[in-house]
């Protein structure tokens, strides 16, 4: 069983509308993460939260908005998506972003399809 | 700049042969060095990591690898495959001792029966 939690499981939204994606863990790490994998390619880093705080944002469209309320949570809201979106979004968290310290645990991904 | 090399993007192996699987890495400052396995319809797990301790990394599912400095590698062994390691592998380096990593582009292992 995964230990960070990713939903829906499945998406499919068209180009015109909101929807948002949800990602929790209850380990108590502190830093989160959202990537993008196409399909038969490895992932790409998009936005990493530490401490609540956007750390790092690899020059996403703004179609993508990640949010983090609390540290447990991290959303990733969506909006006038384009067909090249359709990918596996994966969430992941960390104890910290000292790749020293406890490993990375990914969540099973949102599978989006754009129509 | 770093890179991050797999050879093969495609491996098969008969149950029960070795499993080896290439990763070869650029990198101007000494590497943290990984490997992550990941089955279809999920998300990464990770098998082990080079992070400047012993160069030989022992990881699970009876995994391990070996970083050889003089050859920029850091390739991925099991001495006996099994059906259920039939998955994707990446290789990974990371930039500046972060989760901000540079994957290869992976490798598909495949097991014969």
């Given amino acids: ?115 | 700049a770093q890179s991050v090399t797999q050879l093969g993007s495609h491996v098969s192996v008969s149950e029960g042969a070795l499993v080896l699987l290439r990763c070869n890495y650029s990198s101007s400052v000494p590497p943290y060095l990984f490997w992550y396995v990941q089955y279809p319809n999920q998300g990464l797990q990770l098998l082990l990591k080079y992070t400047s301790a012993a160069t030989l990394v022992k990881g699970i599912n009876g995994f391990e690898a070996e970083f050889k400095k003089s050859e920029t590698s850091f390739h991925l062994t099991k001495p006996s495959a099994h059906m259920s390691d039939a998955a994707e592998y990446f290789c990974a380096v990371s930039l500046s001792g972060t989760y901000k990593y540079i994957f290869g582009t992976g490798t598909r292992l495949k097991v014969l029966a």
């Avoid at chain 1, 750390?55 to 809201?77: A, D, G, T």
């Avoid at chain 1, 990375?104 to 399809?113: A, K, M, P, V």
């Fill in chain 1, 1 to 115: 069983d995964t230990e960070v939690t990713q939903t829906p499981k499945h998406l499919v939204m068209g180009m015109t509308n909101k929807k948002s994606l949800k990602c929790e863990q209850h380990m108590g790490h502190r830093a989160m993460y959202w990537y993008k994998q196409k399909a038969k390619k490895p992932p790409e880093l998009m936005f990493v939260y530490s401490y609540e705080k956007l750390s790092i944002n690899e020059s996403v469209p703004s179609r993508f908005s990640p949010e983090c309320p609390n540290s447990s949570l991290l959303n990733l809201h969506l909006h006038a998506l384009q067909p090249e979106d359709s990918a596996l979004y994966l969430c992941a968290s960390s104890q910290d972003e000292n790749i020293r310290n406890a490993p990375q645990h990914f969540g099973d991904g949102t599978r989006l399809s754009i129509l």
